[in-house]
């Protein structure tokens, strides 16, 4: 089976502990990282990490997950299927 | 990773900023063997094969939409014109069906179904006089029914009775929802040169040259080409024009990616791909504040029709490029009610009726979602279509007319349809009388295809 693979987007004010609670979500569900880049733009906080899903029936449980950190840090974090992001800037 | 940062970023401030979405998915359906001399039979079957082909489709692209992100907005249905079917039904048993077909798009979750239509650009079959008769009180004893009726094309010339009558249907549909500010108009289209595939609301319908069933997508994204342009303040026209077209290409692969994903897993097949630059009311998603962008003052000023013509092919070459599959209307909307840049260039007087009516020329549709005073007779409706209809006609291309006359209204005021429908400042009319002319009835030929000038 080919791999699924996810971007999880998170973008917000910067804090301290955004990667290890984002991360940690993902380690509970047992999802490994890929790649991760992360930078600081004009006070905000931008991560993106490419996971593998492949295991992953649906995304639903994890954004749930994560929209919980969301409300907790005032973030916005999204998981998207890679797909999106190749089907719209690559041909 | 093989994706650039700054793509993903792009991608996600589309969304998320400048909302990017995918305006429909809309499930075609062909109700051709629904079709029984016995009407509660035919009604039954009807239901039973609407409710049960898009049983999923709500859910479907729910679940998409999830996965990758990127909101679909409305899920929509569109059935072979009704009007085919009818038969030797009678116009309260072809009411009957209006509600039928109400009471699917309700028990299935969508906002619309497309498809209470005829088509009568050359002649009127008995069905076809049926529905029309139907139109007023179908339309305004329904609330997710979307009817529309063709009444030329290229080919055929215009047909002036249809017209004709097209005139008193709208009058009578309004004054039937008086309570309502003739909201019953917002979901009739009449239309020059109509497309069998188009999944926009109000005017789809499953066209006879279609399958059993189709996923059609619509795309849209104003927003999005907005703030791509507001980042190239002084480039040239040239420019303007690549700017767009890129846009427009990146949000068509969006599309196509997720509508053939949805009909992947409904097993139905994909149809095709619009790209129609459709407004709404929210903040930044108006098409008329693109032209401004581009460097009107006030939308409706001299230059609108050429900024609008560069932005309407720009649309289309980037779509084209994007999709194998490109139908529907593709190109941009310009509705007055869901656009708050054309209601602003209304109420400064920079945008008129016959500036509405000659932007029709180059946009992709017509007259749209437009309220007129409640005096409109019936006869300036009709020569209002008909004129929409000739300039259909003659430059090969799609025109709609979607008037609402708001009873009781004056020009000037402003009424509000609510929700997706938006709200309007009522429009004046010319004075002058168009009876004799619409009265004369019969059929503006063919226009000739050479000697174009």
């Known amino acids: ?91 | 990773m093989n994706l650039a940062f700054a793509e993903i970023q792009e991608t996600i401030r589309m969304v998320q900023m400048e909302s990017l979405d995918i305006r429909t998915v809309t499930m075609g359906i062909n109700l051709r063997d629904c079709a029984d001399s016995d009407f509660e039979k035919m009604n039954t079957r009807v239901f039973e094969k609407i409710t049960s082909y898009a049983a999923k489709l709500k859910e479907t692209a729910e679940q998409v939409e999830k996965e990758y992100g990127i909101p679909i907005i409305n899920k929509r249905i569109s059935i072979t014109p009704i009007a085919e079917i009818l038969g030797n039904a009678t116009v309260e048993q072809a009411v009957e069906l209006a509600k039928t077909l109400d009471r699917a798009a309700k028990e299935l979750g969508v906002d619309f179904i497309g498809g209470y239509s005829a088509l009568v650009h050359k002649g009127i079959t008995k069905g076809d006089q049926t529905l029309l008769d139907a139109l007023p009180e179908a339309l305004s004893t329904t609330e997710r029914v979307c009817a529309s009726i063709s009444v030329a094309t290229t080919r055929t010339g215009i047909n002036m009775d249809a017209v004709r009558q097209m005139g008193e249907i709208i009058k009578k549909a309004s004054e039937l929802t008086k309570d309502r500010n003739g909201i019953a108009c917002a979901k009739l289209v009449v239309f020059c040169n109509p497309v069998e595939d188009n999944p926009f609301m109000a005017g789809a319908f499953h066209g006879s040259g279609e399958g059993e069933a189709v996923i059609n997508v619509g795309v849209s994204g104003p927003g999005v080409v907005l703030n791509a342009l507001k980042r190239h303040p002084d480039a040239d026209l040239g420019q303007v024009a690549d700017v767009i077209k890129k846009t427009a290409f990146k949000i068509t692969r969006a599309g196509e990616l997720l509508g053939r994903i949805v009909a992947e897993r409904l097993e139905v097949p994909f149809g095709i791909m619009d790209l129609s630059l459709a407004p709404t009311n929210a903040m930044n998603d108006s098409v008329a504040e693109i032209l401004e962008e581009i460097g009107l003052e006030r939308v409706g000023t001299h230059g609108t029709i050429a900024a609008l013509a560069l932005m309407n092919d720009a649309v289309k070459k980037g779509g084209a490029m994007a999709s194998s599959y490109v139908g529907g209307l593709s190109g941009a909307f310009i509705p007055v009610s869901e656009d708050n840049g054309m209601i602003r260039g209304i109420m400064d007087d920079a945008l008129t009726l016959s500036k509405l009516e000659a932007m029709t020329c180059v946009c992709s549709v017509g007259l749209d979602m437009i309220a007129l005073t409640g005096e409109v007779s019936a006869a300036t409706l009709s020569a209002m279509i008909a004129d929409e209809a000739a300039i259909g006609m003659i430059n090969k291309k799609t025109t709609a007319v979607r008037v609402i006359p708001v009873p009781g209204k004056k020009e000037g005021e402003m009424v509000e349809f609510g929700g997706l429908l938006g709200r309007a400042p009522v429009m004046g009319v010319n004075p002058f009388s168009s009876d004799r002319f619409v009265s004369r009835g019969g059929r503006i030929p063919a226009p000739l295809q050479s000697l174009i000038n």
């Open chain 1, 1 to 91: 089976m080919s791999q699924k693979r996810a971007v999880v987007s998170v973008i917000g004010k910067d804090q301290v502990g955004i990667i290890a609670k984002v991360t940690t979500i993902l380690a509970d569900n047992h999802i490994n990282v890929l790649d991760i880049s992360q930078t600081i733009l004009q006070d905000f906080f931008t991560m993106m990490m490419l996971v593998d899903v492949s295991e992953l029936e649906d995304l639903e449980e994890l954004q749930t997950a994560f929209d919980k950190v969301s409300n907790e840090l005032g973030l916005k974090i999204n998981i998207q299927l890679e797909e999106i992001f190749q089907s719209m800037h690559r041909v």
